[in-house]
């Protein structure tokens, strides 16, 4: 997800193809609406005009993010100039649970019909984005299992494991670690990989697949002291809510032991 810090905690997430892309906002639902045809029967003895259902249709998902420039937040804009059809997929925070006891999201696929980028006066940078439905929206009430024991482990470039806080288990999604920080540049931690497990369903690693109990590619992470990287784990099943976890990495201001 790049080198972005979250401006608050978990919240209602939209992926695509179960690539997560930051922080998101004033998000609208795609509303349903179905045409009325009128009739007239010829014989009525009242003359009244009677209505069927016709066909039914949904308008667009609009949300709002935060552009932190990430590959993921630009590929946006790539998808919508090439009219990409993806999965996309809505879902509450992975502590919301409905009044009876199901989880909530819903899935369709779509294309990006609208991009409009912003800024506040403070500098901050926002895209508004419309996706169009191609077909029908789907309902998801069933989570996906998500992470199995071996859960995540972090390392840094040079084989240091980062201690993970909470200790990592299914159920919890967001995790922090510190990186190593020195003096001696060649003694950073410069890069992190993830090694996700998980038995079921499949794994990516800010937005690329993983096999379970395999380490991810290497990633980047800030140099300077405070600097906090965000990346996402997303455990996909097939017409399920996906699970996903964030780990936030801050560059430490410690050497090695």
């Not at 999965?87 to 009044?99: D, R």
């Not at 992470?221 to 780990?247: H, L």
């Amino acid at each position: 997800m790049g080198n972005d810090s979250p401006k608050s905690s978990i919240g209602m997430m939209i992926l695509t193809d179960g690539q997560v892309f930051g922080e998101v906002e004033e998000v609208t639902e795609p509303k349903f609406s179905k045409e009325g045809k009128e009739y007239k029967q010829q014989y009525s003895p009242s003359k009244t005009v009677g209505r069927v259902p016709g066909w039914g249709s949904w308008d667009g998902l609009k949300f709002k993010i935060t552009y932190t420039g990430n590959a993921a937040q630009r590929a946006l804009l790539t998808d919508a100039k090439a009219g990409t059809k993806r999965l996309w997929q809505v879902i509450m925070p992975p502590e919301f649970v409905a009044a009876d006891g199901t989880y909530d999201g819903f899935q369709f696929t779509g294309f990006i019909s609208d991009v409009e980028p912003t800024a506040d006066g403070d500098g901050i940078v926002y895209r508004s984005i419309t996706v169009s439905v191609d077909g029908d929206v789907t309902v998801l009430t069933t989570r996906a299992a998500g992470l199995t024991t071996g859960f995540l482990a972090v390392a840094d470039d040079e084989s240091h494991a980062l201690a993970l806080s909470p200790t990592a288990a299914a159920d919890k999604y967001y995790y922090t670690c510190e990186a190593y920080h020195s003096s001696d540049e060649s003694l950073n931690s410069n890069t992190v990989t993830v090694t996700p497990t998980a038995t079921v369903g499949t794994i990516r690693v800010n937005g690329t697949v993983v096999a379970s109990g395999a380490a991810s590619g290497a990633i980047t992470i800030g140099q300077n002291s405070g600097d906090k990287t965000m990346i996402s784990v997303v455990v996909s099943e097939t017409g399920k809510i996906p699970a996903i976890y964030f780990i936030e990495v801050t560059m430490g201001i410690s050497a090695y032991a």
